[in-house]
Antibody, heavy 118, light 107 residues
Framework: EVQLVQSGAEVKKPGESLKISCEGS????????IGWVRQVPGKGLEWMGI????????RYSPSFQGQVSISDDKSISTAYLQWSSLKASDTAMYYC???????????WGQGTMVTVSS | DIQMTQSPSSLSASVGDRVSITCQAS??????LNWYQQKPGKAPNLLIY???TLETGVPSRFSGSGSGTDFTFTISSLQPEDIATYYC?????????FGPGTKVDIK
């Protein structure tokens, strides 16, 4: 079964760092782009960026460039989303998704809820 | 950046009704348009890609059409399990933008 499994919910304080993960299985992880999507509670979907595990080529939405860092470790079929200094406004559900050969997000992780509160 | 708009932002319809949602891109995106369904508390689910191609396993009551800047998503006969928010997404050149979403519920 093709699936993406994300790391568990996190509760952090403003200014702390965080790295969440997305592990792929059931397919050739290095052959598909992985995307990250933010969803603030009660709001819509926002595309953050993508990474190609084959060569770690990374692209960011202008809205998130410089705010987060996307990386991967293809040896363990895992992509990461990282913050160096969290803000309360980073409180959201974060989804990873596989990007199909037709540039659609065809397989989604279950989401990781990040809560940033003092 | 390519901006996406959707209308309406919400709608209420009866079981069996035909429901349509429109999505407009701020510039020509050819057919690089996808549609997703998101049920409360769940991750989104891909329904249609390339504007009109149904993803495997998706019921045939869902359909999509359009090209260029104007697109339409249709549910031919609304079912209770279709209660969800629907998002369009443009996918040109590996830069993506989601529309704001349309919430669909039963009247």
């Amino acid at each position: 079964e093709v699936q993406l499994v994300q790391s568990g919910a996190e509760v952090k304080k403003p200014g702390e760092s965080l790295k969440i993960s997305c592990e792929g299985s059931g397919y050739s992880f290095s052959s598909y782009w992985i995307g990250w999507v933010r969803q603030v509670p009660g709001k819509g979907l926002e595309w953050m960026g993508i990474i190609y595990p084959g060569d770690s080529d990374t692209r960011y939405s202008p809205s998130f460039q410089g705010q987060v860092s996307i990386s991967d470790d293809k040896s363990i079929s895992t992509a990461y989303l990282q913050w160096s200094s969290l803000k309360a406004s980073d409180t959201a559900m974060y989804y990873c998704a596989r990007i199909s050969m037709r540039d659609a997000f065809d397989i989604w992780g279950q989401g990781t809820m990040v809560t940033v509160s003092s | 950046d390519i901006q996406m708009t959707q209308s309406p932002s919400s709608l209420s319809a009866s079981v069996g009704d035909r429901v349509s949602i429109t999505c407009q891109a701020s510039q020509d995106i050819s057919n690089s348009l996808n549609w997703y369904q998101q049920k409360p508390g769940k991750a989104p689910n891909l329904l249609i890609y390339d504007a009109s191609t149904l993803e495997t396993g998706v019921p045939s009551r869902f359909s999509g059409s359009g090209s260029g800047t104007d697109f339409t998503f249709t549910i031919s006969s609304l079912q209770p399990e279709d209660i969800a928010t629907y998002y369009c997404q443009q996918s040109g050149n590996l830069l993506f933008t989601f529309g704001p979403g349309t919430k669909v519920d039963i009247k």
